[in-house]
């Protein structure tokens, strides 16, 4: 008879890959290529140069940083949880390096520092969600505040210029190419981390979890230790996108990386990871950092505001959320109308 733990990781693989869920998934990604190719369409339309080469670079340096901080967000999120303060542990990172380097800081001690401040800010919110049981978002609300309070204390009004030459390479492209240092990371990344999350028995841990936490955690999956370190990798790679943003601006103050949170989340969504756990894909995610680059870069080109733009991924933020869910509300809504329907005539 096979354990619980084995039954439990066969369901969340059949409610990925063998039913329903593998269904929806893969039309959510087809629509995704399909929302991607439409992009790229009315970009080229509405601006002669938008698909070139050096629009290209320029898309994948400005959305880099945030898709990598979406990969270990979609960790989180298919265990059911949320991490809102992965912005500003970026910032608080690039305020460090920026400190750190204007009081006369080697560069790479430097950033051996903030990849350690990162773990820390990732380790807090861990300890506060699992140890003491405490939910994700108010938490990573009020560290959203924290750690950005403790930028500006760390930098104060100041602004860090003069970085090394060699760091401000990673602002251009690789080689004789048009592809952003940044993009490629992220390309990298998303391979690691697609095949932690769909070949390996940790992925499948991950959605257990997301699907049926209490059963997970009687099948003797450690439930807070990976929740915990969840949240230490997301500070880690968030540390790293930290860095990476200072050089690419070749500056860094207390400001760094503010409101980049709301994107992170909308790519994690749009690319089909269910908010609820349990459900979601790492092309997903890759395919909407990809949409949300288009989409961006298309904005600014037909002089949209910022303003604006925020309008829009917002609702995109809503529609990921509604459309997938759409169906199950549905259900839940006519059985709760047939029992209410029941109750009566009883």
Request: proline letters at 2%; glycine letters at 12%.
């Amino acid at each position: 008879m096979e354990d619980t733990e084995t039954v439990l990781e066969k369901d969340a693989a059949i409610d990925l890959g063998g039913g329903r869920g593998l269904v929806s998934l893969v039309r959510w990604e087809s629509g995704l290529v399909i929302l991607l190719i439409a992009c790229i369409i009315c970009g080229t339309l509405s601006f002669k140069y938008f698909f070139t080469p050096q629009t290209i670079f320029f898309s994948g340096l400005d959305i880099g940083e945030i898709a990598m901080m979406a990969l270990p967000m979609t960790f989180i999120i298919i265990t059911g949880e949320i991490d809102l303060s992965v912005a500003s542990m970026l910032g608080l990172s690039a305020s460090t390096l920026g400190y750190l380097f204007l009081h006369g800081w080697n560069i790479w001690p430097a950033m051996i520092v903030c990849m350690v401040v990162g773990a820390v800010a990732g380790a807090f919110n861990g300890i506060l969600i699992t140890r003491f049981g405490l939910p994700s978002i108010a938490v990573t609300i009020g560290t959203l505040s924290l750690y950005r309070g403790l930028a500006s204390i760390i930098l104060g009004t100041n602004t860090a210029v003069g970085f090394p030459l060699s760091t401000l390479k990673l602002s251009l492209p690789i080689g004789k190419s048009e592809i952003a240092y940044d993009f490629a990371i992220f390309i990298v990344m998303a391979i690691v981390f697609a095949v932690v999350l769909h070949l390996t028995s940790f992925g499948r841990s991950l959605y257990a979890i997301g699907l049926q936490k209490e059963t997970a955690f009687f099948s003797g999956i450690r439930v807070n230790q990976i929740k915990f370190r969840l949240y230490v990798l997301s500070g880690l790679v968030c540390a790293f996108a930290g860095i990476l943003y200072t050089y690419q601006e070749a500056s860094a103050n207390n400001v760094t990386g503010l409101g980049l949170e709301l994107n992170v989340v909308a790519i994690v969504l749009l690319g089909g990871v269910s908010i609820f756990g349990g459900r979601g894909t790492i092309i997903g995610v890759v395919l909407a950092a990809c949409i949300m680059a288009a989409l961006t870069t298309w904005l600014t080109d037909i002089d949209v505001s910022g303003e604006v733009q925020s309008i829009i991924i917002g609702g995109l933020l809503l529609l990921s959320v509604l459309v997938p869910n759409a169906r199950d509300g549905f259900v839940r809504i006519r059985a709760l109308f047939k029992r209410r329907k029941v109750g009566a005539s009883l």
